[in-house]
């Protein structure tokens, strides 16, 4: 019997969100957008009728998505008196605004890149280098400032992860922190300048890079007791592979409480190739479904928006995005994975727990969720070429199984919306 089942009391961890970061360049190109086009961008992402996007990535400082490299405080300062987060108030902080106008409950992670190249050991931004030791303090200070900042303006950051790719030397903004580093700052910095100031409700993730080594790292910092107490969750990236395994072995390491964060994931520029956006979206698709049944409790997409050329990026590191604008045209691609991306932030709600469902074949990939409203979402991805038929059964505990007959079309995904729960 060709069958995918559900069992809507079998359940795991719970939902934070679905979305994309809002970067300089996202900012950038937004900015150039006449009223309509934003208007019609803002209500594709965060409106009911979009992807209603609940979950949001801000860089602290710049990224390689920035216009150029910025620290917001150019030469060491002990006090942060010429501490400022203004530049953000060109082109990121309007966007971050105009998404909050479409969803107040919009929740946000934030990353830094690099600390500003008077505290590293490279005296420069990027090219990866280390932190200097006799800067932990003023740096952790300068992230918990960054927040206070963004909090006094309305942008209440809840999450943050300590350092952007911490093993990658890059030719932009990076920073190298070992394992030790990372829990010797967040110990016995981090946590204490959130504190001082006041945002001790602020989660702390550590990673936020690829999956290959992300339980390698977990280990190393969970063996330390006090540190572990510091621990809120892990952040990953998907340039390195599926890795599902290892993200499972670090839910179970880090536990049921803590959480799990896909906080970056992109495909290479394709300049606008109608060939790729199939490819894209179905690769999308199945990370995401791979990352959803390991573990994870957030998607975090790489840049909401970007031109029609990848960018702006200072140092010519162009990608894809789910949607881009022809700023010269005035038209704006809604591509291919933007509405795969959909039949996960659409349906499943922000508390939602994932269900076990089990299926009859690899061929098809499935998820599901047990909705707060009492619904259950149930994402089927078909990445054959012929169709595929199957009965869904939903098995509640009570009572007898509810039952239809469906099929996935070749290279498709769907989403099915069962009726609210009678209990």
Known sequence: MRL??????IGYQRIVGFG?????????????????????????????????????????????FSLIPRPYMAKRDETLGSFSIDDDWAYVLPLVKAAQERNPSLKFLATPWSPPAWAKTNRTMKFGG??????YDIWARMVARTLSDYRDYGVNIGRITVQNEPQARQIWESCLFDAEQERVFLHEYLKPALADEGLSDVKTLIWDHNKESMLDRARS????PEAAQDVDGVAFHWYS??????????REIIGAERELIFSEGCDCFTAGDPSQEL?????????????LEAGANGIIDWNILLNSAGGPNHVGNFCDAPIMYDVAERRMNIRLPFHYLGHFSRFIMPGAQRVLSTRYTTDLETCCFANPDGTLALVVLNRT?????????????????????????????????????RR
Request: charged share 25%; net charge negative; glycine share 6%.
């Open 4 to 9: 995918v089942k559900v069992y809507p009391s």
């Open 20 to 64: 994309a970061a809002l970067t300089e360049a996202s900012g950038y190109v937004f900015a150039q957008m006449g009223a309509d086009d934003r208007e019609r961008f803002l209500q594709t992402c965060f409106g009911k009728d979009g992807n209603r996007y609940s979950l949001c990535r801000l860089a602290i400082q710049s990224s390689d």
């Open 130 to 135: 280390h932190l200097r030791r006799s800067a």
């Open 221 to 224: 910092i969970m063996a330390d």
């Open 241 to 250: 592979g599926d890795h599902f395994e290892a993200l499972r072995a670090t």
């Open 279 to 291: 490819p894209h979206a179905e690769h999308y698709a199945r990370e995401i479904i791979g990352d």
């Open 385 to 421: 070429g012929r169709t595929i038929d199957f009965n869904l059964a939903i098995a509640p505990d009570d009572r007898p199984c509810r039952m239809a007959r469906l099929d996935a079309a070749p290279h498709s995904i769907q989403t099915i919306v069962t009726a609210p729960s």
